[in-house]
């Protein structure tokens, strides 16, 4: 895919907005414009996205982190909010405590920990690696659950937007509770490799921002979380590399629509955080998607 194709507003409605371009540089999103950021980012596990490497060196990814994670610190609100959907860990081509490594980078770029959520995704049945069979020599552990680790930019409390909650009393107990369980998505279903299910983003959109809020997924995939922004009267951008990806998530959300239109919609302001400033540079990887067949040996989503 050659620079040009890419960092350009390729799906645009009142309050939505797909870029078609790399999270890394694209200059389509203003500074201070987001409420909320809602991902799941490529877990390095071989997943064949297309033009991303999802099969790099472990310090190579990290620096990859780093890099996009500072940019999500860029465009948030000082009151904006980080809900990273991320592996506890993985022992494909080694060990690694990827959930603890991400968290630490997060808050090198900035970022605030406010807490984290344990998502219990219950595929243990998938596993295929079990090390020493049956014997103390090298067995696996591995525990089948992804984190959602929540971190902040300045302050924790909310003093931008427009002070709504749409959340019920027993939802907010329930989601305040920080062990969810919920199965993962199909990929057959959704058409994308790593696919996360609508109610990990709907829970974190509706338990972490207000109405109105501007919602973005710097690897949009499928377009799972525009489509839970959406739904909940949030503003929603997503950013994705793959042109491919785009096409699906328009067709998504364009059904989307037509499903939600007999439904009164809730209040439909223009999206605040596409910024005006001329196309920028794209560098060239990245894509999201909710979740994978990136695993610590089993199978996994994304969006």
Same mark, same amino acid.
């Given at each position: 895919?050659?620079?040009?194709?890419?960092?350009?507003?390729?799906?645009?409605?009142?309050? +939505?907005?797909?870029?078609?371009?790399?999270?890394?540089?694209?200059?389509?999103?203003?500074?201070? !414009?987001?409420?909320?950021?809602?991902?799941?980012?490529?877990?390095?596990?071989?997943?064949?996205?297309?033009?991303?490497?999802?099969?790099?060196?472990? $310090?190579?990814?990290?620096?990859?982190?780093?890099? &996009?994670?500072?940019?999500?610190?860029? &465009?948030?609100?000082?009151?904006?909010?980080?809900?990273?959907?991320?592996?506890?860990?993985?022992?494909?081509?080694?060990?690694?405590?990827?959930?603890?490594?991400?968290?630490?980078?997060?808050?090198?770029?900035?970022?605030?920990?406010?807490?984290?959520?344990?998502?219990?995704?219950?595929?243990?049945?998938?596993?295929?690696?079990?090390?020493?069979?049956?014997?103390?020599?090298?067995?696996?552990?591995?525990?089948?659950?992804?984190?959602?680790?929540?971190?902040?930019?300045?302050?924790?409390?909310?003093?931008?937007?427009?002070?709504?909650?749409?959340?019920?009393?027993?939802?907010?107990?329930?989601?305040?509770?920080? +062990? &969810?369980?919920?199965?993962?998505?199909?990929?057959?279903?959704?058409?994308?490799?790593?696919?996360?299910?609508?109610?990990?983003?709907?829970?974190?959109?509706?338990?972490? !921002?207000?109405?109105?809020?501007?919602?973005?997924?710097?690897?949009?995939?499928?377009?799972?979380?525009?489509?839970?922004?959406?739904?909940?009267?949030?503003?929603?951008?997503?950013?994705?590399?793959?042109?491919?990806?785009?096409?699906?998530?328009?067709?998504?959300?364009?059904?989307?629509?037509?499903?939600?239109?007999?439904? $009164?919609?809730?209040?439909?302001?223009?999206?605040?955080?596409?910024?005006?400033?001329?196309?920028?540079?794209?560098?060239?990887?990245?894509?999201?998607?909710?979740?994978?067949?990136? !695993?610590?040996?089993?199978?996994?989503?994304?969006?």
């Amino acid at each position: 895919m050659s620079r040009a194709a890419a960092d350009r507003r390729f799906f645009e409605t009142d309050r +939505l907005l797909v870029i078609h371009g790399d999270v890394r540089g694209t200059r389509l999103v203003a500074p201070q !414009s987001v409420d909320l950021v809602v991902t799941s980012p490529p877990y390095n596990v071989d997943v064949d996205y297309g033009t991303h490497d999802d099969g790099q060196s472990y $310090p190579s990814y990290l620096e990859f982190s780093r890099r &996009w994670l500072s940019r999500c610190f860029e &465009w948030l609100r000082d009151d904006g909010r980080l809900c990273l959907n991320i592996p506890l860990d993985k022992n494909k081509d080694g060990q690694q405590s990827v959930g603890a490594d991400l968290t630490g980078i997060a808050k090198e770029a900035g970022f605030r920990y406010h807490s984290t959520i344990v998502w219990n995704e219950g595929n243990i049945s998938r596993r295929t690696a079990w090390g020493s069979w049956m014997s103390a020599s090298a067995p696996y552990v591995i525990a089948p659950v992804e984190l959602i680790v929540v971190l902040y930019k300045s302050a924790w409390k909310k003093r931008s937007g427009s002070g709504k909650s749409d959340i019920s009393r027993k939802d907010f107990m329930d989601w305040t509770n920080g +062990l &969810w369980t919920f199965n993962g998505e199909s990929r057959k279903r959704t058409g994308h490799p790593a696919p996360f299910p609508l109610e990990l983003p709907r829970r974190c959109i509706r338990l972490f !921002s207000f109405v109105g809020d501007t919602v973005l997924d710097p690897f949009m995939g499928s377009g799972t979380t525009l489509v839970a922004a959406a739904e909940s009267g949030r503003r929603g951008i997503g950013i994705e590399i793959e042109k491919r990806y785009c096409e699906l998530a328009r067709a998504r959300l364009e059904r989307a629509r037509l499903e939600q239109s007999g439904r $009164p919609a809730h209040d439909e302001a223009s999206c605040p955080s596409a910024s005006s400033s001329p196309a920028g540079r794209s560098t060239s990887t990245t894509t999201r998607s909710g979740a994978a067949s990136r !695993s610590r040996t089993r199978t996994s989503r994304k969006s």
